[in-house]
């Protein structure tokens, strides 16, 4: 499929720590079957992160939406908790913790970052979101 096609998949997933590996790999077949395998790594980074906080940090279920427009790949996670994330803090506050560092490797990682309140047909939540540009990756 050419590059400068676009397209868009949603995934969700149940509030489970296994959710995580099955959203990264799924990613992984994802890229490679629409030829972008150079983004492969940092993306699998970035949302291994947001899809970890979405389950780790929430109760219920979650979703992993990847999106291809423009020579831009968009990863973002719904999760139903329509508080906002903790901002990232700084890699030396973080030092060896293993917590915290998750929206700190996304603001390092991507070309933007972000996210958005959610609400429709009663639901509220959350979209939490990347962007990776791929000239920036190749």
């Known amino acids: 499929m050419p590059e400068n096609e676009s397209w868009e998949y949603s995934i ?56 291809w427009s423009d020579g831009v790949l968009r990863i973002g996670a719904w999760d139903a908790d329509p508080e906002p994330p903790e901002p ?21 990682c991507a070309d933007v970052w972000g996210w958005q309140p959610l609400a429709r047909d009663g639901h509220r939540g959350k979209f939490v979101w990347c962007e990776l540009a791929a000239m920036a990756a190749a």
């Not at 509030?15 to 699998?44: F, K, W, Y």
Request: no cysteine; aromatic share 2%; glycine share 6%.
């Open 12 to 67: 969700y997933i149940p509030n489970d720590l296994r959710a995580v590996t099955v959203s990264r790999r799924t990613l992984r077949l994802i890229l490679t079957l629409h030829g972008l395998i150079r983004l492969v790594d940092v993306a699998e980074l970035l949302a291994t992160e947001l899809v970890s906080n979405a389950v780790r940090h929430t109760k219920g279920p979650a979703a992993l939406r990847v999106r």
């Open 88 to 108: 990232p803090r700084p890699f030396d506050e973080v030092g060896e913790v293993e917590d915290g560092r998750g929206l700190a490797l996304v603001r390092a």
